[in-house]
């Protein structure tokens, strides 16, 4: 009885906190970034709604002694985390529209199936599913499987572009909050492993350990998401030059072992003409500059040349690898535009291989105040 009272007070705990933070995450913004939420706060809604999600586990405050309430509270964690997460990760660093609708249809239509009739039957609060117990939750960790391989995949995907990043090779980086990246990569996969945990140990005890842990680490996200981390905030605070400069800067860091590596090679006049020409020949004659997820990588590899080589020449030649590319896809969205004009900034950001509508006018306004 007195685990079941920790048990008790352990979800009360969470389930209040989940909704303090749903509640101050959906209604505090800081200014000036208010004027514009959905370029700053582009998991604002999500992040909300899966929050107040946790009001789902009401049920068992009312009914912990109820087989079918403890069931659903059993299989609740294993398929909200890892859907909270791929949900939250998906919309915050990937933008790709044309996937977002399928994947969240997936991801939230899915476990929905499953949850909503164990919800109804956890609020009446008997034993209906006396018989069904090892299917539901067969059923269930089915379920959380299919959602948490989305989930490793996203994550996969983010910790591959956050390698990326640090190495400089990118040429849309949408404004890429890299610290913030490092800072929740692993976040969700974590919590989902504690989940399951509590699935399989099928303990009040442990389901009371679970909540404390969740509401202290909702508390910790609510802080650290309640300033945007875009690189963006730093030009309204400062100016769009510095936050380049400044990424790129730390860029720079990163590689100061290569860096050391390249100031020591030496390449003569006709080697960076040819090196050059070949740069230009691929990029601009084969216009790879329009495909979104092109790499400094990728180019090496096209024109036969190593990265060192071709790190030199950009350094030489070029302001960057990101700027010059850009430059092209922006310079091409405008002849783009004057043969298009019924076309919108999507299909316009899309056509000229940008990652998203926000990168696409982000770069222009760089570009049009010769920042970029």
Not at 88 to 109: P, T
């Amino acid at each position: 009885m007195n685990w079941s009272l920790y048990s008790y007070s352990a979800t009360l705990i969470a389930i209040v906190t989940s909704v303090i933070v749903a509640i101050v995450r959906w209604f505090h913004l800081c200014h000036p970034y208010d004027q514009n939420p959905d370029y700053f706060y582009p998991s604002r809604r999500f992040v909300t709604g899966y929050f107040f999600a946790v009001l789902l586990l009401t049920p068992y405050l009312f009914h912990w002694d109820s087989p079918d309430t403890w069931l659903f509270t059993r299989c609740f964690y294993i398929i909200y985390i890892p859907s909270f997460g791929a949900v939250a990760l998906q919309n915050y660093f990937f933008i790709d529209i044309r996937r977002r609708i399928i994947h969240y249809c997936a991801i939230g239509l899915i476990p929905s199936i499953l949850l909503l009739p164990l919800f109804i039957l956890a609020c009446i609060g008997d034993n209906y599913l006396e018989d069904y117990y090892t299917l539901v939750s067969v059923t269930a960790v089915i379920v959380s499987l299919f959602v948490l391989t989305d989930l490793t995949f996203i994550t996969t995907n983010l910790f591959k572009r956050i390698k990326d990043f640090l190495y400089g090779e990118y040429s849309n980086e949408d404004d890429f909050p890299i610290h913030f990246a490092k800072g929740v990569v692993f976040l969700p996969l974590s919590l989902w492993t504690l989940s399951f945990i509590v699935f399989i140990a099928d303990n009040e005890t442990v389901l009371a350990c679970l909540n404390i842990i969740l509401s202290v680490v909702s508390v910790g996200i609510l802080i650290f998401i309640l300033h945007p981390h875009r690189t963006e905030c730093h030009s309204i605070e400062n100016t769009m030059a510095k936050t380049i400069n400044k990424s790129q800067g730390s860029q720079s860091e990163k590689l100061e072992d290569i860096d050391n590596i390249q100031s020591n090679v030496e390449m003569t006049e006709t080697m960076l003409n040819q090196i050059e020409k070949q740069i230009r020949k691929a990029v601009e004659g084969q216009r790879l500059f329009l495909d979104s997820r092109f790499k400094r990588e990728d180019l090496a590899r096209c024109i036969g040349t190593n990265r060192t080589y071709l790190s030199i020449v950009f350094r030489k030649r070029f302001s960057s690898f990101y700027s010059y590319i850009n430059t092209l896809r922006i310079e091409y969205s405008i002849h783009y535009q004057e043969e298009h004009p019924e076309a919108n900034n999507l299909e316009i950001a899309i056509a000229s291989g940008f990652g998203s509508v926000r990168s696409y006018l982000r770069i222009k306004m760089l570009f049009e105040s010769r920042e970029l």
